[in-house]
């Protein structure tokens, strides 16, 4: 059964870190293309990083330089550090396959306050 269990979101202030965590279950996970995505409130969702088989990685320009994204194939997680917060950062987090979604988790909220 595939699923995807996000987590490591919280409250932070603008400027801080968080770290988030997805654990993937029921697909070769060191074969495929994985990403975080986010949504905003009221707003649609969007990819925000990505990272190949091979570990190389895409970020979208509103987080470049500030998050980065990484893998543990053995452990099956896939991870998003994020540095240098700020107000716009604001919703929930998630992660999926890049090539073909995969069903959607719960996503991890996270909120930055001023």
């Known amino acids: 059964q595939v699923q995807l269990v996000e987590s490591g979101g919280g409250l932070v202030q603008a400027g801080g870190s968080l770290r988030l965590s997805c654990v993937v279950s029921?697909?070769?996970?060191?074969?495929?293309?994985m990403g975080w995505y986010r949504q905003p409130p009221g707003k649609q969702r969007e990819w925000v990083a990505s990272?190949?088989?091979?570990?190389?990685?895409n970020y979208a320009d509103s987080v470049k330089g500030r998050f980065t994204i990484s893998r543990d194939n053995a452990k099956n997680m896939l991870y998003l550090q994020m540095n240098s917060l700020k107000l716009e950062d604001t919703g929930v987090y998630y992660c999926?396959?890049?090539?073909?979604?995969?069903?959607w988790g719960q996503g991890t909220q996270v909120t930055v306050s001023a």
């Open positions: 999926n396959r890049i090539l073909g979604f995969l069903p």
């Open positions: 029921g697909i070769s996970f060191s074969l495929n293309r």
């Open positions: 990272i190949a088989t091979d570990g190389s990685v």
